[in-house]
């Protein structure tokens, strides 16, 4: 037989970057700093503005991002590694990132923005049907 492929790429553990997906840190990063049980552990994340409390772990999306940080360390720790390590920079340049901050950017237009969207995508539908016909002419 050949070789198994391992299924997961992103673990559980200490110093792994969370994105919170439920509750008041909704949308933010954190630090898992310590794994209390198989369903809940500490996060921490004082550079965004995230208070250090025990999370379940369904409540928080593994990123692939792990800075180095002893287990169970504190906030001061937690902040010199997280800011040492530019994750923060690495999270806001990341695809995913970019996504969500566009979702969000859609969700909150108003009608007159949808409006204006619409008739610049008009606009730039009829430049580009007009070039077509001129390349098939």
Sequence with gaps: MGAQRMSFKRYVEVGR??????GESKGKIATIVEIVDQNRGIVDGPSTGVPRQVMA???MTLTRFVIKVPRASGTPTVKKAFEA???????????????????????????FDRFKIQVLKKQRRNIINEAAKNVKA
């Design 57 to 59: 772990f369904r409540d």
């Design 85 to 111: 390590s530019g994750v923060l920079e690495k999270w806001e340049s990341s695809k995913w990132a970019k996504t969500l901050k566009a979702r969000e950017a859609r969700k909150n237009t108003s009608d």
């Design 17 to 22: 970057i969370v994105l919170i997906s439920n």
